[in-house]
Structure formats: structure tokens, C-alpha cells
């Protein structure tokens, strides 16, 4: 019989090579969940929030869900939990892939790095032993390469990495793992490149996860996996399209930002759709571990066989750059994983720069003979390599992310984000909801915080009018809460198409022997995004902070479906502060002890 958890955290000093083996708190581990819960816990609890993010007292916890790894579908979740270089609050990036059921699988609930490696470093984790190794004849590697050399060292292990990117402390740099998979958002490899760590290898024996209760889980699983088979978008639109069915779908909302937000449709979307992807250049589907779902893309590019662009790369590079080249975006994907870049903030900022030059801020001289110019199938590949190698003046600022590129050129009003991170693919003007979770996703510009796309686009729970302000608030409050539970249990998002808390409290309590409701969980969700609001707090977070470029609000859509929207944020913040509890963007001391996080 097990809990789902394997009771044992490895703490790795890099600065000292020490490396400790510290007992779980189980207690504490049920109250917060796991994954991004409890790596909140411990990083706020360490007093994370005040240092320097790229200081060697900064600290990276690479950490599994009690469900990671378990006979659970989807389970194959990792997070790494940090303090955000871009900005300046918290980090926590989610990956899929193999490597987060292997670290479950060697034994090890989290991996804690702290300090500075004198030199460029790896860490080797081979079921019970953890050793440092020397990763310098490694050093500007790209990822896939690195993944490949690794494992003619250690065959059998998974490889997680960071790229030339990650190396040069890029705010934008992800970490990668299993070739194309990717921790991507928050600059959580620029984090990595602060201390000197090239890669993570783990290799494990052991290939099952003991539950509390055998039977309820495999109960569970098949009542899961029944409802995933036979919902539309988890049995249907992502298998056969993957993300990027979503392309057409949300462009014909009229809420697909196109030239850096200037407008919302893009006429030329279907060619960068999931159907044209599928039947142009698909190769076959690729699903992350104990996944049902299968919503990964293989392509081609050139004589390459590389992992294919989400919906999220194929707007941000497509649409919002004004390029209907999907081979283009397809390459340009490629290097964002080989250079170890975030595919969503990379075109983001490359779209806001394609802004400053066709208004004539940025100058054909700083360009370096790759002009900026919307629609450049060219510009879009070039400047991602560009920005991955840190080469130039100027890609080296682009590399930072859109907030900081604009702000040197003055014009702040150009970036499309929120506390310094790009917003993704759904214009807040014509989707109402989706604004109120990027003005208060504790990470900044983030949809998968609170996916408010499901009810007011895909209908699903329920069909919302995506249009109006009513309601709202309440509604982004338990997506946000749920997806907290979904994160922190080692779970795929996209599962909660087909699933709901009360599938979720039959999951954990199988696999943990905890006694969840629905309700509680729920519960349990809040608390953890509350906790994470204190880190902000404590990091120096302003209740400004939870705001929308003033395009959104002042801007109406121009063009197409959703013409003459504007954002209602002016509405629907004061509404959500008021449903969970929070005074000027932070929780009272009441919803501190209601969840008992007070001090």
C-alpha cells in the first residue's frame, strides 16, 4: 500500500556539492497536494520571495504530484518552482514528457537546487544515488543534441536541459526536457543558467507508483478515462488536430490577436490551422507519459522529424506577426526548443518589435539586415535565432522579453503584458473572462491559470456568452482554484475538458488515502493560490500590477467578429477581489484564516 508519495526530497547545494536526503512532511504535503502547491509552500517558507532571482540564494525545486507517475491518465506532470527573473514574483512552469514520472519513478518527491556551480554542471540522479557531474564539454549545446549526448553516458535516463539561451540568462529561456518538451514560461531557464547547471538526467528501476487504494484507482482511472474518450475536444479535436485546432475556432470568435493586438482576425488563420498542420506536414501524434490524449504533434522541417508547434507558437509567430508561412513557424518553433526559449513570449516579443519598426522606432540599421517587417516569413526564423544566440544589441534586448524591449524604446504601451509576461492567443476583448485571469494570474500574461476559453468558447462546462461581464469573476475564481489542484497533482490540464473536482477528489484520495469532497479541494486549490499572492506580496507585488495593456481597455476591436469590443476589466476586477476575499489585490486577514495561512 503507498500514498502516493515517496516520502523523500533530495536538497543539492551546488555552490558546497553537498547533497542531503530530507523526509516529506505527509501533512504538510496533503494540505498543499504536491507539485505546484507544495513547492509554493517550501519556496515561500525559505524566504525565496526577496532575494535576487538570478542569485545563487535563489532556489529551483523541481517537484512530481502525488499523481505523477500513478496509473492515473495524464499523469506524467512536473513543475519547477522559482522566482521569476522576468517577473520578479512567482515561477511556476509545468512540462509533460517522460522526465517527471522518472524522478517519481527513481524514488524522489522533489529535487531542491540551491547555489552556484563553479562550473558548468549537471546533476545525475540514478534511482537512490545523486551525484554532480561536469557538463562543460557540453557548454552552447542545443537541446536536442545535448538530449542525445546525454544518454550515451547514461542510456536508460530521461534529460532535462537548458539550451544556448538558458546559458546567456535570456528572460525568456525555458528549460526543456525530453527533446521538445518544455517548462516554458517565467524565464525559469534563465534560472537554471544562473547557476551554472547545463541538464538534469534521471534514470529509475522502478515503473509503478503504489496507490493507497488499488481498486478505487483503477475505479477512478476507468471512470476518467470513459469521460476523456467520449468528450469532443480530449477524444476528438485534440488527437486528431492537437492544440492548434483551436486556430480557426478562435479566429472566428474574432478574438485572435493579430499584429501585436492591433486587430483580432486574421484572415489568412487557416493556413497555420491544426487541419492544414495535419495535412501538410504531420508525420504522427506523440502523447507525454500514461497520456490518452495524444495532442503532441511530430512534423517535418526540412529532413528534420522535430516536435510540431502548439496552438500557442502557431498564432504568436502566425497571426500576431502577420505570417501565414506555416513552415516557417514550424522552424521557427524547432529553434525556440532547440535554443531552450519560450514559444509563446519569443513571437510575442518578436510581434511587438515588427510594432516599434513599422512605426518607425526601431531603425533598418538596428536591424542588421533582417528587417522587421509584419508578415516576414524570414524575420520570424532569423530573429528566434537570433535572440537564442544573444547575438546583437538588439536580439540580446529582445531576448528579455517585450516589456523591457519597449520600455528602452519608450513606448511601454506596445508590449501586450502583464507583470512583464506575455499575454497568449485569446483577445481579452472579445473573450471577457479570459482578461480577468491574465490581469490576475500570479505568474502574469498566463491562460493555463485559469482556462476561461473552456466555458466561454468551447462551452465546456457550460456554454457562457463570451461577450458579457456577469458572472464572471466567480467563474475564473474556481478555474483558477481547480487548475491549481489539477497542477499540483502531477495532472494534465487538458484532462478538465472531460473531468471535474469530483474526479479529481476520486483520483487523490485513491492514489493518497486522503478523504477529499469535491468542495474541499476546491478548497485546497485556493489555498494554494492565495499562498502564492503572499509570495508576490512579499516579492514587492503592487495592487497596479493586476491590470491590462491599455490597449484592451481603450482600444476597441477594429476588425472582424468582435468588432467594437473592449476589455470590462474596470468591471470585472473590483467583482473578483470581492468573491475571494482580497483587499487592493491581496488577501484580508479573514481569507487568511478561513485558510489558514495567516501568519
Not at 144 to 149: P, Q, T
Request: charged letters at 25%; glycine letters at 12%.
Amino acid at each position: 500500500m503507498g500514498t502516493g508519495y515517496n516520502g523523500k526530497i533530495a536538497r543539492i547545494n551546488l555552490t558546497t556539492g553537498e547533497i542531503t536526503t530530507e523526509t516529506l512532511d505527509l501533512e504538510l504535503a496533503k494540505r498543499f497536494i504536491g507539485g505546484r502547491g507544495l513547492g509554493t509552500k517550501i519556496l515561500y517558507d525559505e524566504g525565496v520571495a526577496k532575494v535576487g532571482p538570478l542569485s545563487p540564494e535563489n532556489k529551483l525545486i523541481y517537484i512530481t504530484g502525488p499523481m505523477t507517475g500513478t496509473k492515473a491518465p495524464t499523469a506524467g506532470r512536473y513543475m519547477v518552482v522559482t522566482k521569476s527573473p522576468l517577473t520578479g514574483m512567482i515561477a511556476s512552469s509545468n512540462s509533460g514528457g517522460k522526465w517527471g514520472g522518472k524522478l517519481k519513478y527513481a524514488g524522489w518527491d522533489a529535487l531542491i537546487v540551491e547555489g552556484r556551480a563553479e562550473k558548468l554542471s549537471y546533476i545525475n540522479v540514478e534511482d537512490e544515488k545523486i551525484e554532480i557531474l561536469d557538463a562543460q564539454r557540453y557548454e552552447g549545446m542545443m537541446s536536442e543534441k545535448l538530449d542525445e549526448e546525454l544518454k550515451k553516458v547514461h542510456p536508460s535516463c530521461s534529460v532535462l536541459n537548458i539550451g544556448p539561451a538558458g546559458e546567456h540568462q535570456a528572460l525568456l529561456a525555458a528549460i526543456m526536457n525530453d527533446k521538445d518538451r518544455a517548462a516554458g514560461r517565467s524565464g525559469v531557464g534563465a534560472v537554471m543558467g544562473s547557476k551554472n547547471l547545463k541538464a538534469i538526467t534521471v534514470s529509475a528501476q522502478r515503473t509503478v507508483i503504489p496507490a493507497a487504494d488499488e481498486e478505487a484507482l483503477k475505479a477512478a482511472f476507468e471512470d476518467c478515462l470513459k469521460l476523456i474518450r467520449e468528450n469532443g475536444v480530449t477524444g476528438g479535436g485534440l488527437p486528431t488536430y492537437g492544440t492548434a485546432v483551436l486556430v480557426n475556432i478562435i479566429n472566428n470568435t474574432g478574438s485572435f490577436p493579430t499584429r501585436n493586438w492591433q486587430e483580432s482576425y486574421f484572415e489568412q488563420a487557416d493556413d497555420t490551422s491544426g487541419e492544414t498542420l495535419k495535412e501538410k506536414y504531420l508525420v504522427k501524434n506523440a502523447a507525454c507519459h500514461r497520456c490518452p490524449i495524444a495532442c503532441g504533434r511530430v512534423v517535418k522541417v526540412g529532413d528534420k522529424v522535430v516536435g510540431g508547434p502548439e496552438y500557442e507558437p502557431l498564432w504568436a509567430y502566425g497571426g500576431n506577426c502577420g505570417v501565414n508561412d506555416l513552415n516557417a513557424i514550424d522552424e521557427a518553433n524547432m529553434w525556440c526548443n532547440e535554443y531552450g526559449l519560450d514559444a509563446i513570449s519569443t513571437p510575442c516579443t518578436i510581434a511587438a518589435a515588427m510594432e516599434l519598426y513599422d512605426k518607425g522606432i526601431i531603425t533598418e540599421e538596428e536591424c542588421e539586415g533582417m528587417p522587421l517587417a509584419w508578415g516576414s516569413a524570414a524575420a520570424i526564423v532569423e530573429w528566434t535565432k537570433r535572440m537564442g544566440e544573444g547575438r546583437g544589441k538588439l536580439a540580446r534586448l529582445m531576448a528579455d522579453g517585450s516589456y523591457r524591449l519597449c520600455e528602452y524604446y519608450q513606448h511601454p504601451e506596445i508590449s501586450m503584458s502583464v507583470k512583464k509576461q506575455e499575454m497568449p492567443a485569446y483577445d481579452a476583448r472579445g473573450i471577457q473572462g479570459i482578461g480577468i485571469t491574465y490581469a490576475t494570474s500570479n505568474r502574469g500574461g498566463c491562460h493555463v491559470r485559469g482556462y476561461m476559453i473552456s466555458p466561454e468558447v468551447l462551452g465546456l462546462p457550460e456554454q457562457l456568452d463570451r461577450t458579457s461581464v456577469e458572472g464572471k469573476a466567480k467563474w475564473c475564481m474556481i478555474f483558477q482554484d481547480l487548475t491549481a489542484v489539477i497542477d499540483s497533482m502531477g495532472l494534465c490540464l487538458f484532462s478538465s475538458f472531460a473531468l471535474g473536482a469530483p474526479n479529481y477528489a476520486a483520483l487523490l484520495n485513491a492514489g493518497t488515502g486522503t478523504s477529499y469532497t469535491p468542495e474541499e479541494l476546491l478548497v485546497a486549490g485556493e489555498r494554494i493560490y492565495n499562498l502564492e499572492r503572499l509570495f508576490n506580496k512579499a516579492a514587492g507585488m503592487r495592487p497596479e500590477d493586476d491590470r491590462l495593456p491599455k490597449r484592451l481597455m481603450e482600444e476597441p476591436i477594429q476588425n472582424g467578429p468582435s468588432k467594437g469590443q473592449r476589455s470590462r476589466i474596470d468591471v470585472t476586477l473590483p467583482e473578483y477581489y470581492k468573491v475571494r476575499g482580497w483587499e487592493n489585490a491581496f488577501p484580508t486577514e479573514e481569507t487568511l484564516k478561513r485558510l489558514g495561512l495567516e501568519a
